[in-house]
């Protein structure tokens, strides 16, 4: 009877103990837990908070190892109030080389599609994103209502007028959307940009479809200029003029000459205007359409648009430059020649930067 009462004692205190060293075990899990979760609370509070700040150091981080940049105009960048990037597109990672670049932060529109989770839309605004539906009737108004919008509270904003990218590396047509963005608020200038050797990247569509080849180079060297500011009125003819200007710069600012563009190449039997001085100063390329995208290469009656390392001017008799399809002198921009020259023909450019030339 002795030996069960023992027995017994020492089973209640094990018992006793084992409950005890539980519960102790227990709490520090919940003291864990609660800790942990409370880090991680204040860690994405943290982070939400420095997604602004982020932005562009995060990019830089991304794209400098991979892209060699040289800025031209970056001075030019206002340092406060509403302003329009309106640049060129070439390649998926525009919109990020833009970010990482320009000294301001740079609000830029993107496919709701792609935000549709509550969390992911939030951190995408956050980014200075701003969602609007790609396509359909609302797609139009939200997008120029969400630009309009950011510029009144005196915030940058990106935009590339032709709304989809290149398909044979040319500056293509401009869409008015930067107008009725712009429309009523004469104060807001328009900084024209071109992104300058993205043409042959994988992200580009320079073999055909897009990620469609290996990198060509470690580090790929990309010029980026900033050219003069625009203010009212302003039309997408003016601002392509503009980028197209600034497509110049860029080709005198980079360190080894640019390949041919092969759709330029393939052209030799379409309408161009090649000068008896100047050399070849407009050309013309076949029309790309496969169903979803179209992107127009000639027109009739025209000889094209400007040739690469060109841009052209149409201008008055006083000097005075001239808007679409008003006739006058045709004046030309060359890399390596720092003023404009004189080409001693008269015509005129369309909308979409087609040249017509006088007999």
Request: glycine residues 8%; positive net charge.
């Amino acid at each position: 009877m002795l030996i069960k009462l023992i027995l017994f004692a020492s089973a209640g205190t094990f018992m006793k103990s084992t409950l005890l060293a539980s519960a102790g075990t227990l709490w520090k899990s919940l003291l864990f837990i609660a800790a942990g979760s409370i880090a991680l609370v204040v860690a994405f509070v943290v982070f939400y908070a420095a997604i602004p700040i982020l932005v562009r150091p995060f990019w830089r981080a991304v794209l400098f190892p991979h892209y060699r940049f040289r800025l031209v105009g970056v001075e030019k960048i206002p340092s406060e109030g509403p302003f329009v990037l309106a640049s060129n597109h070439v390649s998926w990672i525009d919109g990020f080389i833009l970010a990482a670049v320009c000294p301001r932060r740079i609000w830029f529109l993107s496919n709701a599609d792609y935000t549709r989770s509550k969390l992911v839309n939030m951190l995408a605004r956050r980014a200075r994103l701003i969602p609007v539906p790609a396509k359909g009737p609302r797609a139009h108004r939200e997008a120029i209502a969400a630009a309009r919008g950011e510029l009144d509270m005196g915030r940058a904003f990106g935009i590339f007028p032709e709304a989809q990218l290149t398909r044979d590396g040319r500056l293509g047509t401009f869409l008015r959307g930067i107008e009725m963005i712009l429309r009523d608020r004469d104060h807001v200038p328009v900084i024209p940009v071109y992104i300058e050797n993205m043409w042959g990247s994988i992200f580009s569509y320079s073999a055909g479809k897009f990620l469609g080849r290996l990198p060509e180079t470690f580090r790929r060297e990309v010029v980026v200029v900033f050219g003069d500011h625009a203010f009212a009125p302003i039309s997408t003819f003016t601002i392509r003029r503009e980028v197209a200007a600034a497509a110049v710069v860029a080709l005198e600012n980079r360190s080894s000459p640019p390949r041919s563009l092969e759709a330029i190449a393939k052209a030799t039997d379409l309408t161009r205007w090649s000068h008896p001085e100047f050399g070849l100063l407009a050309v013309s390329t076949a029309d790309f359409d496969d169903g979803i995208v179209r992107q127009l290469g000639m027109k009739p009656g025209s000889v094209g648009r400007e040739a690469p390392g060109v841009a052209l001017f149409v201008v008055a008799d006083d000097g005075t430059l001239l808007e679409a399809d008003r006739v006058g002198r045709i004046e030309a921009r060359i890399v390596g020649r720092p003023n404009r020259v004189n080409t001693r023909r008269r015509g005129r450019i369309d909308r979409e930067g087609f040249v017509y030339l006088e007999e």
